[in-house]
């Protein structure tokens, strides 16, 4: 699905349509005059297009992101030392523990992530398109009562968005339930790499900006931890960057990811790791790293977005430099 949000389609809707209904809204600002009626009609079409429109390409996102058959009885493809796998699923083949690729347990988890995707995606789409729905009929007055549960001088809930409010009420109740069951298909998925989610972001309500509503906000990592062919490793993937521990000393040197190649970065290194990053082949995923190593361990931090897991590439990186320093040792 992440590859679908990154395409020139849906940006187009997003911003494009964004775009759109503004100037719907400002020309017909600019083209209503005193007495004529309210244009809540043709704004509120604008919106509803671009709200279904919207959630109709995240369904298809959804749709297009389900998983595919089950290759668990595909021969693992062997190892190529210069060369790491150019998917993740190709790099979580190589860096699993079993000789298998513990391919049935991550097929197992595709499908339940793809079902908690539309469990999740489906009663969020109905609130998206009801509490917008609500607000029009009230401001129309189509439907003009309004609950007032704190007698008629408290607040007032327009009646029309009793139901959407109670989906994100409800959701918001279910919401422990659905951090447990994000991280144990996530601890499912990533068991056969022998790693499992130590710690989740904390989320926070913050006030939104120039507004009276307040939205939520993700502070720090996930973080995977596992042991490794005898190693600590440690994964803190945040929302914009991520960061790849392979806990074994090592000679202190650094190194910077250009034009496809590992360059030294104003330090000696090792005769070893000199003949590894030359035999390397080009790949445009060390560009966006660079690579530290020294008493803690081999670590490579990555710029950039991690979803898609550019962390699988850093953690296969971090264990071929450890290797190549432990013989050098």
């Known amino acids: 699905m992440y590859r679908f949000y990154k395409s020139w389609i849906y940006r187009l809707w997003v911003f494009g349509g964004l775009f759109a209904v503004a100037g719907v809204v400002l020309y017909v600002g600019l083209n209503t005059k005193p007495g004529d009626p309210p244009p809540y009609g043709v704004i509120g079409g604008a919106v509803g297009i671009y709200l279904v429109g919207l959630l109709a390409l995240q369904a298809l996102g959804l749709f297009l992101a389900k998983p595919g058959e089950d290759d668990s009885g595909v021969a693992v493809v062997p190892p190529d030392p210069t060369r790491a796998p150019a998917t993740p699923e190709g790099l979580a083949d190589e860096l699993a523990l079993s000789a298998s690729g513990g391919r049935s347990q991550r097929r197992r988890a595709e499908a339940d992530s793809y079902r908690f995707a539309w ?57 422990p339930w659905t951090m447990r069951r994000a991280k144990k298909i996530a601890d499912d998925y990533h068991s056969p790499l022998g790693l499992s989610i130590s710690r989740s972001p904390t989320v926070i309500l913050l006030p939104r900006v120039g507004t009276d509503g307040v939205g939520a906000h993700t502070v720090g990592p996930t973080t995977f931890t596992g042991r490794r062919h005898g190693r600590d490793v440690i994964v803190d993937a945040y929302a914009g960057s991520s960061a790849v521990l392979v806990a074994q000393p090592g000679p202190d040197y650094r190194l910077d990811g250009k034009r496809g190649r590992l360059h030294p970065d104003g330090t000696t290194v090792p005769p070893a790791v000199a ?18 190593s020294g008493p803690a361990g081999i670590r490579v931090d990555r710029r950039g977005a991690s979803v898609h897991q550019g962390w699988l590439f850093d953690i296969w990186l971090a264990e071929r430099l450890a290797d190549v320093s432990s013989r050098a040792g």
């Open 119 to 175: 469990g999740q995606w489906l009663p969020m789409a109905a609130a998206a398109l009801l509490l917008p729905l609500a607000g029009f009929l009230w401001v129309t007055g189509a439907v003009p009562q309004v609950w007032q549960p704190f007698g008629p001088t408290g607040m007032g809930i327009p009646v029309a968005a009793l139901r959407g409010l109670a989906i994100v009420f409800i959701l918001f109740l279910l919401l």
């Open 275 to 292: 003949e590894l990053i030359s035999a390397l082949v080009t790949d445009d995923r060390v560009n966006a790293i660079r690579v530290e």
